[in-house]
């Protein structure tokens, strides 16, 4: 298992504050950030498909990532996401991460134009010449519909463009397979976006976690964490076994009201406020937030979870 110098453990990927009227909420972003870093992160990951940056403009996205890195002051390291279809934007959104200060940047294969392999090459070939920044290679092809294959993914290793993957493709079986094919890059980490495999991925040799569940329970993913660097499979299971209840409140949007992207991460803010951690579950539209009744049975999820 690769220890790296920066980049390991347990990196949630945060969600971003509304208010009611739809502005980034600093206050809550700031005790938010504190509720993590409180709970054991290793960073944190600004940006990303859990912060909505899809749904935001830039001005959105520069204020974001500002506040974080501010708010983090150094603590932890701040992964920005330069996540677009064209490689100028991404290029665009890693100046801007270099400039406010953030430590690496997480980039996606390009999305709508559903490229080939060398096509995906290029795109992080060029961000990696345009950047002093480390990569971490995002794998999601659920939503860009591209899949990273694992070829092109030792490519990116070998030829020193990539610090880091997160895959969130949740193909266990390929995902095992990279992790051992890039023993030989100790400089590339190996994240799992899967919440409910963590102590499996950790068991096959992952670095760490980037859990969207990590910003309603940070501590419990930094236990799980722990107990599988000390070799405590049983308690990581339990820990897992934990979390994987506690990821019900994803599930409980009303059937045809909310869209999957809505439901799940409007889960993740809902619990937030319910916690008293952030002041509203409101999120970027086109997106609709939960109701009173999807709210109650998120709190009653978060009782049961000990959370409350």
Known sequence: MAYPEIFGGVVPPLCTPFSADGDVDAASLQRLIEYQIAGGVTGIFALGSTSE???MNDA??????DLTVRFVNGRVPVLAGAIAMSTGT???YAHMAEELGADAIVICAPYYIRPSQEEVLQHFRLAHAATTLPILAYHIPFNVQTVITS???LTLASEGIIAGVKDSSGDEVTFRANVAALAQYPHVAMFTGSELTVDYAMFAGADGVVPGLGNVDPAGYRRLYDAAIAGDW??????QTRLTNLFA???????GRLGFTSGALGGFKTALRELGIIETNTMATPMMSMNDDESLRIRIILEEAGLL
């Open 53 to 55: 940056a899809g749904a």
């Open 60 to 65: 959105q996205r520069r204020e974001v990532l």
């Open 90 to 92: 991404v290029i665009d």
């Open 151 to 153: 070829e092109t993914i």
């Open 234 to 239: 049983d308690a990581a299971r339990a820990e």
């Open 249 to 255: 409140i994803i599930r409980q949007a009303t059937p």
